[in-house]
C-alpha cells in the first residue's frame, strides 16, 4: 500500500538543487505554516493532497523571488505545482524550464 503513495525523488528537488535553495529556505521563506518534514516528503516524493503541493510550490516561488534582483524579478516566470511533482495532473515529463538563463545568472554570480 505504501508503494503506491511513494513516487520517488521528484523534479522538484532537481529544481531545489539547481536554485542551491535548501529545506530550511522555503520553509523561511512560506507565509504558510509550512515545516521541514512537508519539503522533504515533498522532494522524495512521498504523496501530497494539492493543497500541500500547492503551499510547497508557493514557497518555493517565495524563496526563489527573495533571491533574484529586481531586473531578474521581471524575467521570472512561476512554477507551477504541475511542474515539480511527476504524479500531479498536468506533469509533462520532458518540459523545457523557461527560468534556465536566470538559474545559470545566479549561479555565475
Request: charged share 25%; proline share 3%; hydrophobic share 35%.
Amino acid at each position: 500500500m505504501t508503494g503506491e503513495r511513494d513516487h520517488g525523488v521528484q523534479p522538484m528537488d532537481g529544481l531545489m538543487e539547481q536554485w542551491v535553495l535548501n529545506n530550511h529556505d522555503l520553509v523561511e521563506a512560506s507565509p504558510e505554516q509550512l515545516n521541514h518534514k512537508q519539503v522533504q516528503k515533498a522532494r522524495k516524493g512521498r504523496q501530497l493532497t494539492l493543497h500541500s503541493m500547492q503551499k510547497v510550490t508557493r514557497a518555493l516561488n517565495i524563496a526563489i523571488w527573495n533571491r533574484l534582483s529586481k531586473e531578474q524579478k521581471e524575467g521570472y516566470f512561476e512554477y507551477h505545482h504541475h511542474w515539480l511533482f511527476n504524479y500531479a495532473k498536468g506533469y509533462q515529463e520532458n518540459r523545457v524550464d523557461p527560468n534556465d538563463a536566470l538559474k545559470a545568472a545566479l549561479r555565475a554570480s
